[in-house]
Every structure is written in C-alpha cells, then in structure tokens.
C-alpha cells in the first residue's frame, strides 16, 4: 500500500512516549509499504532531511507547530465553535494545504492521522480510507468527573464538547486503535455505534534494543521520566515529591531522585535530594543504572511507555493505579502499585533495601515485556487491521 502518515510529533529523536510509538509504527509500516510522512515540527531543530526518519519514510514534509494558547483570540472565539478550543486555536492552514497538495500529487490507499490533532484535519482527506491512529480521550474524561467547583464547570463543558465534536469525527474514520482498553471502553461507552471500529494496539518495545544495555546499579537512587510539559507529570511528580519523597528520606536519607526531560522551570514543593537532568542522551543507560523507576501519575490516559523502558531494562517500577493502567501487570509480580502517600512510599523503601526482591521483579517485568509488549508480536496485527481497512474498499 501506498500510506500518508499525519503526526503531531515529528518522531525522531525518539524523547517521549508518542515520538516512540509513532517512529515504531512508521519502521513496521515501510517494511511492508511505502509511507509518505506529513509531520508537525515541535522542536526548532527538527529538519525533515533526518536520516533515522528518511530511512524509512518515502517522503517527509514538516510543518510549523504552534502549542494551544487559551489567551489568543482565536482560542477565545472557540468558546462559540463547536469544536474543542485547542482544536480551534492550532488549526494549521499549512498543514490543511500540505494534506491536499499530497493528495493532490499521487493516490494513497490509506491515511493514518495519528492522535486527535492529526484525525482533526479529516475534513481534508477526500474519499482516501482512513485510520485514527491512538485514540485518547480517558485525560478528559477524569478531569470532568473529578474536579470541584467552577473548574468543574469549565471541564464539563470541555467535555460536553469534546464528546459532540468526536461523535461527528469519528464518523470519517474505518478504523480506531487505542493504546489500552479502558480507552475502548470509554469510546464504545460515549460512542457506541463506532465500537466495531475500535482496536487496541498496546505501546510496545523493540525489546532486542534494550537486552544488551547494562549499567552498574547506583544505591538508593529514584528515577522519573517524562517532561512537564505534559501535565499529568508535573502533576504527579508535585504529588511525589511533596508527600512521598519526604517519607522515603525520612528512613534512607542517603536516596537521590533524578527528574528527566523539559521541567519548563516549574517549581517542584522541595529540591532536596532531588535532581533535574532535563534532556539526556542515553536515557535507557540512565534508568538501567537506578535502583528503582517511579510512575505516581494521578491523571492521564494510554500505556506508560516509561514503565515498559524500565521494566525492559530491569529496573523495578513503583506506580500508582493511574500510573499502571492499560498495562496486563499484576501488583506483587511485575510492579508494585499504591496510591496513598505512605503506601508509595513503602514500597520505594522496600525495593531500596531489598536485592532479592528487585532481582525477582525485574525478571518478572522482563519477561512480561517480552510476551506483551514487543513490537515483533504486535505490529503483524496491527498491519492486518490496515490490510482490512484497504480491503472493505474493493
């Protein structure tokens, strides 16, 4: 098949969650078809020439990104539209124009819009058979049943938006992967006359990229990965390090928490013991190195891809419900889970002073990984569900 990819992230360096799925689904994909990529660039750096993606995409174009502002006019003018406001404020015109230039030039048997920023240029696509490709929307929902007051208001109507902007959207699409199944849940709940299109395609690994990287483990040292530019991060690490952290260094003084990707300068509740590395080049040797991986995530939806690297790489995961949703784990055996304050912290100290009981979790989650979360076993399904969608059409 001939594909046209649209991303919100340009996929290549692989420093979040989504740049790791995208530029895995795009490697499986130019295996077995061609791939044009139609890609936002969210960094200043990005340049469509990068040869990890030109090796595996026909053709890369890249388009300016512009991040949602709610003070822009036009974010404000969204409060009448019945689209979501940030749909509104980062609409792109280039892009609009890039979609239907490519279309324009040659014929593509399917596009792939990946994330709802992508899926929203729909209207653009013509007759092309079409895939949303990750489909969220669990963020939105717990902030609309979980906040009090007026910000309650303002998040209900967000969703009450949200909702009645998909049920139209989701009309243009023959197929609907998620990253977990409460995601299915949630659309065949909201959206129940489009549940047959749902599947779910789990985040994954290329674990053989991860069984050769071995690293000294450093005692007593704590590791989260995710910038604060999404905000369920900052969030939880807030959470963590205001209530959790305190508790741990109360009975091992000696621990050090290390804080990885873009923090945007946002003040944590105390910094001490507590280091933030930003950006940092070999992440997997990182977290291989620490004694314990942390993912008190109290919002968000999907699959951590943050905890299958570290499970991958042997180090033990701490996380909260949230935090291990989506994942086929059990608590004890994989990972621990907790959500209180005191219980999170708990189990970091046990870990921290138990060799026996990390060598065990680790080769459990190892294992784990292995089984469920390896692109090897996963993308032959997911390249079956396109051929299906190809095929209604003939």
Not at 105 to 122: G, N, R
Not at 208 to 226: C, L, P, R
Request: proline share 5%; aromatic share 10%.
């Amino acid at each position: 098949m001939n594909i046209l990819f649209l991303s919100r992230w340009f996929p290549y360096p692989m420093n979040n969650g989504s740049k790791i799925r995208i530029y895995n689904l795009l490697r499986g994909l130019s295996q077995h078809h061609r791939v044009t990529l139609l890609s936002f660039a969210d960094q200043a750096e990005v340049s469509p020439d990068a040869p990890e993606v030109r090796a595996i995409c026909s053709k890369v174009r890249v388009v300016p990104w512009r991040e949602f502002d709610p003070r822009t006019l036009r974010a404000r003018l969204g409060f009448l539209s019945p689209k979501p406001r940030s749909v509104v404020d980062t609409f792109s015109p280039e892009m609009a124009e890039a979609i239907m230039q490519a279309l324009t030039e040659e014929k593509f048997d399917l596009i792939i819009a990946s994330q709802l920023q992508m899926a929203a240029y729909a209207p653009y696509f013509g007759d092309a058979p079409t895939a949303f490709e990750e489909f969220e929307i669990g963020l939105f929902h717990d902030q609309a049943f979980s906040a009090d007051g007026k910000i309650r208001l303002r998040r209900a109507l967000t969703w009450f938006k949200l909702r009645l902007y998909l049920s139209q959207l989701l009309r243009r699409f023959r197929l609907v992967t998620m990253a977990s199944e409460r995601e299915r849940g949630l659309l065949a709940r909201n959206f129940p006359q489009e549940r047959a299109k749902a599947a779910v395609i789990p985040n994954c690994l290329n674990v053989d990229e991860y069984e050769g990287i071995h690293a000294e483990k450093q005692a007593n040292t704590i590791i989260f990965s995710g910038p604060f530019k999404y905000r369920a991060n900052y969030e939880a690490m807030t959470w963590f390090v205001g209530e959790v952290f305190p508790l741990i260094l109360e009975q091992i003084p000696e621990a050090q928490l290390m804080i990885t990707g873009d923090h945007e300068n946002l003040p944590l509740p105390s910094m001490r013991n507590v280091t933030l590395a930003g950006y940092v080049d070999d992440i997997k040797s990182l977290v291989a190195s620490c004694t314990v991986s942390i993912a008190p995530l109290l919002s968000g939806g999907g699959t951590r891809l943050k905890i299958l690297e570290a499970m991958a790489l042997g180090t033990p995961v701490v996380a909260t419900s949230k935090g291990a949703e989506g994942l086929e784990a059990q608590a004890g055996e994989h990972l621990f889970v907790a959500d209180s304050s005191s219980d999170f912290a708990e189990y970091v100290i046990k870990i921290l002073r138990d060799e026996r009981l990390r060598l065990r979790l680790a080769e459990n989650a190892r294992r784990l990984v292995r089984e469920k979360y390896n692109w090897g076993s996963v993308l032959p399904a997911y390249l079956r569900l396109l051929d299906a969608v190809r095929s209604d059409i003939n």
